[in-house]
């Protein structure tokens, strides 16, 4: 069945740039997640969606990073103004539902780089 | 502290040996653990969950100490395929929000 799709799957940008990162979570999957993940480095969080609560937003890492999630479908992560430190792959996942041990499952990012 | 902390390694083992990473948490609310595996430049996968009483999967044991608080994941005979990132994964209390570890690097070489 399909996965967690993300796009695109690269985007090379310039310094002081907008850029929409898409995600399209697993239907039915009520929770989404996004993180950062730096070269060598490991996962950040960044925000987290479940359903239709207020998302969790403690991660993000300045007022230049905002996402959106309609219902539960496709989540939309803008940064705006990018610098050369946002480069990084972008990663987002999806679960089944709110329970803790449901399993993420992760699509296969966007790497953006920043110029 | 970090909500999660992993030794980076990176491990570097024979095929054949037995190796063990280690994971602790900080928040003592948690109650799902897992173990996810991420090859060089793919998305992670889970690897296994962390069940209370401890669980294997072949050649891979995971353990839990809410004691501690920290889980481990053992690996035994290990294979050239096992080189990968193993990271560690806690939700943060009774909800789906989930931390994960930066991640401890294994090679297993000829």
């Known amino acids: 069945g399909a996965g967690v799709s993300q796009s695109p799957s690269n985007k090379v940008t310039e310094k002081g740039k907008d850029v929409e990162l898409r995600c399209d979570p697993i239907s039915g999957h009520t929770a989404l997640y996004w993180y950062r993940q730096r070269l060598g480095q490991g996962l950040e969080f960044l925000i987290y969606?479940?359903?239709?609560?207020?998302?969790?937003k403690s991660g993000l890492p300045s007022d230049r990073f905002s996402a959106e999630r309609t219902g539960e479908s496709v989540s939309t992560l803008t940064i705006q103004r990018t610098q050369q430190e946002d480069s990084a792959v972008y990663l987002c996942?999806?679960?089944?539902?709110?329970?803790?041990?449901?399993?993420?499952?992760f699509g296969p990012g966007t790497r953006l780089t920043v110029l | 502290r970090k909500e999660v902390e992993q030794d980076p390694g990176p491990f570097n083992v024979p095929e054949g040996a037995t190796v063990a990473f280690n994971c602790t948490y900080s928040?003592?609310?948690?109650?799902?653990f897992f173990w996810y595996r991420q090859d060089c430049r793919k998305e992670p996968k889970l690897l296994m969950s962390v069940y209370s009483s401890g669980n294997e999967d072949g050649r891979f044991t995971a353990q839990l100490n809410r004691a501690s608080q920290y889980i481990s994941l053992l690996i035994r005979d290990s294979k050239l395929s096992d080189s990968a990132t193993y990271l560690c994964?806690?939700?943060?209390?009774?909800?789906?929000?989930?931390?994960f570890g930066a991640g401890t690097r294994l090679t297993v070489k000829p």
């Open positions: 996942a999806s679960s089944l539902s709110v329970r803790h041990t449901d399993t993420q499952y």
């Open positions: 928040n003592s609310a948690s109650q799902s």
């Open positions: 994964v806690v939700n943060m209390g009774n909800n789906n929000d989930m931390r």
């Open positions: 969606f479940q359903g239709n609560s207020a998302p969790d």
